[in-house]
C-alpha cells in the first residue's frame, strides 16, 4: 500500500499568491483529515471529510482557507491570499470509519510551506 | 473541551536503558482512544501505539508499552531497551467522538550512545 500521499513535499511563495496543497488518501478509507503543523500552536485539526462531505470545519482559521474533497481518492486544501503567518507543515490523514468505531489515522508525509 | 498535557518538553536516555514519557489527559466521555505518535526529524507522523479505553488491559508493541491509569486520566509510554532510531518528537493524543485527534505538546526524546 502506497500510503497516504501530499504534494507538494515543499512550497515557497510570496505573500498573497494562491497555495494549493494535495492529498490522496489510501484507498478505501472514507475519513479524510487535514491538519496544521507549527511551534506556537502545535498539531491542530483544520478539517475532516466523511465519504467526501465536509464534517467539521470549526479548525480552519478563517476564510482565505478552503478545503476540498471532489472524490474519494483526492483531497485540496487552497489558501488564497496566503500571508506569512501561514508558514507551517501542513498534514493529510485518512483513515476507515465504520459507523461507532474509532480508527487508527494515518499520516501523510506533510507539505512544509513558507510563505515570504 | 478535551485537553492532552504532556509535562516533559524533553527527556533524555541512554541507549540501551528504558524510558517512560507522560500523557495526562482530561474528558468527560467515557468511549474513548489513546495514541501516542512518533515524529522523526523527516516529519513523517507514525503510529507507534494506541489503547481503547474500554480495554483495562495495557496495550504492548515489541518494546513500546503503555501505562493507562484511567481514573487519574494518564496514558503514559514506555521505551524499553532505547534504541538511537527511537530518538525523535513523541506526541500523546486523544479520540473521542467525532473521531478527531487532539494532541499534546510533544516531548522530544533524545538517545544517546
Known amino acids: 500500500d502506497a500510503g497516504v500521499i501530499q504534494s507538494p513535499r515543499h512550497e515557497v511563495t510570496e505573500m498573497g499568491q494562491e497555495v494549493t496543497l494535495r492529498c490522496k488518501p489510501i484507498s478505501g478509507h472514507d475519513y479524510l483529515f487535514w491538519y496544521r503543523q507549527t511551534m506556537m500552536r502545535g498539531l491542530e485539526l483544520l478539517i475532516y471529510?466523511?465519504?467526501?462531505?465536509?464534517?467539521?470545519d470549526s479548525g480552519m482559521p478563517e476564510d482565505r482557507f478552503s478545503a476540498k474533497m471532489p472524490n474519494a481518492s483526492f483531497s485540496t486544501l487552497k489558501i488564497q491570499p496566503s500571508e506569512p503567518r501561514d508558514s507551517a507543515v501542513y498534514f493529510c490523514?485518512?483513515?476507515?470509519?465504520?459507523?461507532?468505531?474509532?480508527?487508527?489515522?494515518?499520516f501523510g508525509p506533510g507539505t512544509r510551506l513558507l510563505v515570504l | 473541551a478535551q485537553t492532552v498535557t504532556q509535562s516533559q518538553p524533553e527527556m533524555s536516555v541512554q541507549e540501551a536503558e528504558t524510558v517512560t514519557l507522560s500523557c495526562t489527559y482530561d474528558t468527560s466521555e467515557s468511549d474513548y482512544y489513546l495514541f501516542w505518535y512518533k515524529q522523526p526529524p523527516s516529519r513523517q507522523m507514525i503510529l507507534v501505539i494506541r489503547?481503547?479505553?474500554?480495554?483495562?488491559q495495557n496495550a504492548t508493541e515489541n518494546r513500546f508499552s503503555v501505562n493507562f491509569q484511567k481514573a487519574a486520566k494518564s496514558f503514559s509510554l514506555k521505551i524499553s531497551d532505547s534504541q538511537l532510531g527511537d530518538a525523535a518528537m513523541y506526541f500523546c493524543a486523544y479520540m473521542g467522538g467525532g473521531n478527531k485527534l487532539v494532541f499534546g505538546a510533544g516531548t522530544i526524546l533524545r538517545v544517546k550512545s
Open positions: 489503547q481503547e479505553a474500554y480495554k483495562q
Open positions: 471529510f466523511n465519504n467526501n462531505v465536509p464534517i467539521d
Open positions: 490523514a485518512s483513515s476507515f470509519g465504520l459507523a461507532g468505531v474509532k480508527e487508527t489515522q494515518y
